[in-house]
């Protein structure tokens, strides 16, 4: 008698001890870690990173498309095999945007489950605010009072106020937080992502400016000892292109700082680029040369609700913040 496949995987997955996963399927990218933890924190076993426009069209038709779903299980299907490789035993495996958002994503989850043996979890935006804040909150500057955080996804951005418990000490713990319906993937199909016009850049800073302008007064008046944090692959890639690097370096990026000065000048170089030299730009490339003025325009329209003079920039989110969960309800990791 044949086995299940999707039964097999499911039990590999299960496999195993000391071994954490975890997964974050968003409307542009699939990501995955695997860490086991390493002190007060983890170190980092494997990983993979794909784009696969997952939420491509979900804007305009209400469904996740045939394209996008065989490319999903494509990329779901390497990190299973990840996963089994490493003997992960400690799972969580989440979707965002495109799943909330999708008439599909029931059906698409099922196919997935059978395909891959991968049961995704589709999380609320609270959660996906709350987790990106743990995976985060280590780059916050502990001599200041906090900082305004920002992950600008696919589907949508989140922006959280968080502060230290303390003055200068202690974890830091979220104030306030929204979350939009604006993301690089949305934004570009409703605006357009190859040709950006000038006035096509600005309209789209409006859009998303309306959208922050009533959390910006409500918890942005006292921005006093704050700086802005993001992450992303907006903020990931300007930080490459202004650091002039050939190509994407992790090592170079994670816990830089930039100035507004150079934020602002940094963009300034990106729109005066057409899609051809986005294209040919190593931290850019193809798969991201038609999302990267659209992320753009949303962090101007956040520079503009919350003018900080620094923006820390942030290679590491939802997946570092699972990862750290896991760890600390097991008891693996210290509170903080």
Not at 212 to 229: C, E, I, N, P, Q
Request: hydrophobic share 45%.
């Amino acid at each position: 008698m044949t086995a299940d496949p999707a039964v097999e995987a499911s039990r590999s997955l299960s496999d195993g001890t000391g071994i954490y996963a975890a997964l974050d399927l968003g409307t542009n990218n699939c990501r995955l870690l695997i860490a086991c933890p390493a002190g007060d924190s983890f170190r980092v076993i494997d990983s993979f990173s794909r784009i696969i426009r997952l939420g491509e069209g979900v804007s305009s038709t209400g469904r996740i498309s045939e394209a996008a779903i065989g490319r999903a299980i494509s990329a779901l299907s390497v990190c299973r095999d990840k996963m089994r490789a490493k003997k992960a035993g400690r799972l969580r495996l989440i979707a965002t945007e495109a799943c909330r958002a999708a008439s599909n994503a029931e059906n698409f989850r099922g196919r997935v489950a059978a395909a891959t043996g991968i049961d995704l979890e589709v999380i609320d935006r609270e959660t996906e605010a709350t987790l990106a804040v743990i995976g985060c909150s280590p780059l916050v500057d502990p001599k200041g009072r906090g900082a305004v955080l920002f992950d600008i996804g696919g589907g949508s951005t989140e922006l959280v106020r968080i502060e230290h418990d303390g003055n200068g000490g202690g974890a830091p713990r979220i104030k306030a937080w929204i979350s939009i319906p604006f993301g690089v993937v949305t934004l570009a199909e409703r605006f357009g992502g190859h040709d950006v016009t000038p006035r096509c850049y600005e309209s789209m800073v409006e859009d998303v400016a309306s959208h922050v302008m009533a959390f910006a007064a409500a918890h942005g008046g006292d921005l006093s000892g704050m700086h802005l944090l993001g992450t992303s692959g907006t903020v990931t890639t300007l930080a490459g292109i202004h650091l002039d690097l050939a190509r994407y370096d992790r090592r170079k990026i994670d816990g830089i700082w930039m100035e507004d000065a150079d934020v602002t000048q940094t963009i300034a170089r990106l729109r005066a680029m057409d899609y051809q030299a986005r294209v040919a730009n190593g931290c850019i490339g193809a798969e991201r040369a038609d999302l990267v003025l659209a992320g753009c325009a949303i962090l101007d329209a956040i520079r503009q609700a919350f003018p900080l003079p620094r923006l820390r920039v942030g290679d590491r989110g939802l997946r570092e913040g699972m990862l750290v969960e896991m760890m600390r309800e097991d008891g693996v990791l210290r509170m903080s």
